[in-house]
């Protein structure tokens, strides 16, 4: 089992900056790639990044591209998404997840999911 714990969520006027943190903790042997999803309220949760858990290439839709930077720290178990030039449309609960499946954008194919943080961007 893996345990992911996210923080770093808050309130931020559009165009402002924050930072998302994932700790990861279990089995973290069984994580192939860390993501991040994010669900407002009435949509259906949304692909934002993806970094494969041993090094390689971030993946982003067009949505988020140039303004987000997903990251991690394998000697810390810890993921990481900085968010500038933040959004009210960015405005939802962030989830941390983790699985086996190489970079994958779908929220099926996570096994493993943190209780999500709210990020809320004012106008």
């Known amino acids: 089992q893996v345990h992911l714990v996210e923080s770093g969520g808050g309130l931020v006027q559009a165009g402002g900056s924050l930072s998302l943190s994932c700790a990861a903790s279990?089995?973290?042997?069984?994580?192939?790639?860390m993501a991040w999803f994010r669900q407002a309220p009435g949509k259906e949760r949304e692909f934002v990044a993806a970094i494969n858990w041993s090094g390689g290439m971030p993946y982003y839709p067009d949505s988020v591209k140039g303004r987000f930077t997903i990251s991690r720290d394998n000697a810390k178990n810890m993921g990481y998404l900085q968010m500038n030039s933040l959004r009210p449309e960015d405005m939802a609960v962030y989830y941390c997840?983790?699985?086996?499946?190489?970079?994958?954008?779908?929220?099926?194919?996570?096994?493993?999911w943190g209780q999500g943080t709210q990020v809320t961007v004012s106008s």
């Open positions: 997840a983790a699985g086996r499946s190489y970079l994958a954008t779908a929220h099926r194919d996570y096994d493993y």
């Open positions: 279990g089995r973290t042997s069984r994580i192939n790639t």
